[in-house]
């Protein structure tokens, strides 16, 4: 009769034990399934992050294109500019030449 109830009482923890088992196997699944779900919206995050910053990067590239051709086309007209002055200068000088 002690041995039944030994017995029988040792199947209440085994089974004990596996309902914790399987408790604890369900708790971790969950975990994994939430930690999972949130590694998935990290990802999408960075990936939207690296696309923000390539269209900055791409805009900034953009306009300092656009500056530096302005600048081009400001050096031109300086130098157009400066060659009418010489033209001018040269014409001037003739006119001196002409007087004299």
């Known amino acids: 009769m002690a041995a039944q109830k030994i017995a029988s009482l040792s199947g209440v923890q085994q089974l004990s034990l596996n309902e914790q088992e399987q408790a ?19 990802q999408e995050k960075e990936k939207e992050l690296k696309q923000e910053v390539k269209e900055k990067e791409e805009m900034r590239f953009k306009d300092s294109q656009l500056a530096n051709e302005e600048l081009e086309k400001r050096l031109a007209a300086q130098k157009i500019a400066s060659l009418s002055g010489v033209q001018q200068l040269s014409l001037n000088e003739q006119e001196q030449a002409i007087r004299r």
């Open 24 to 42: 604890i196997r369900r708790e971790l699944t969950a975990q994994i399934e939430d930690l999972t779900a949130r590694l998935a919206i990290a």
